[in-house]
Structure formats: C-alpha cells, structure tokens
C-alpha cells in the first residue's frame, strides 16, 4: 500500500494522520482514504470532486499532472504528500 502524508496545516483544520492506502491511482487511494475520513474529502476535493486550486499533491517529489481526475499512477512503494497551500500578506 502507499504511503500518504498531508501537511501540518491541513491537520490543524482536520485530523488526517499519516495512513497505508490501498489504489492504484492518486483518485483510488484518496477515496480509501476518505472511507475513514469523510470530512476530509471537502477539504480536497471541490463540488466537481476535482483537486481544490490550493492543494497540491506529490507522487514522491513529483507533483501529480492530472488534477481532474487524479489518474496518476501510485504504486504500493510510492509517498503520497498532500498539502494545502497558504496564502496571504
């Protein structure tokens, strides 16, 4: 399974501990993920259930290309880091 990791600020809004995820893409290892943590999904995922513009996601250093349907490939040795963007002055 792969390994997925979100970033302390999202945590600080929700509890969303690092996890062994099941999947064979970003999408199939979010939805195991939000089996066990519902609230989580709309704080990822906007209304179309594509990836919200403030979070990005890493497949072990590389940030995913497909943030629509979340087809990039995870493998059972892959980190998945997820990760909310901050903004402001």
């Known amino acids: 399974m792969a390994r997925i990791e979100f970033t302390d600020n ?11 995820a099941p999947g064979d893409t970003v999408r199939a290892v979010l939805e195991s993920i939000f089996e066990e943590n519902a609230p ?13 513009k403030h979070v990005n996601i890493f497949i072990n250093g590389d940030m995913i290309t497909d943030r629509i349907r979340l087809s990039d ?8 880091f997820v990760f909310q963007a901050l903004s402001g002055g």
Do not use: G, M
């Open 10 to 20: 999202l945590q600080k809004h929700i509890p969303c501990p690092p996890a062994e």
């Open 40 to 52: 989580l999904r709309s704080y990822l995922l906007d209304d179309q259930d594509r990836l919200r």
């Open 73 to 80: 490939p995870v493998t059972d040795k892959d980190q998945v």
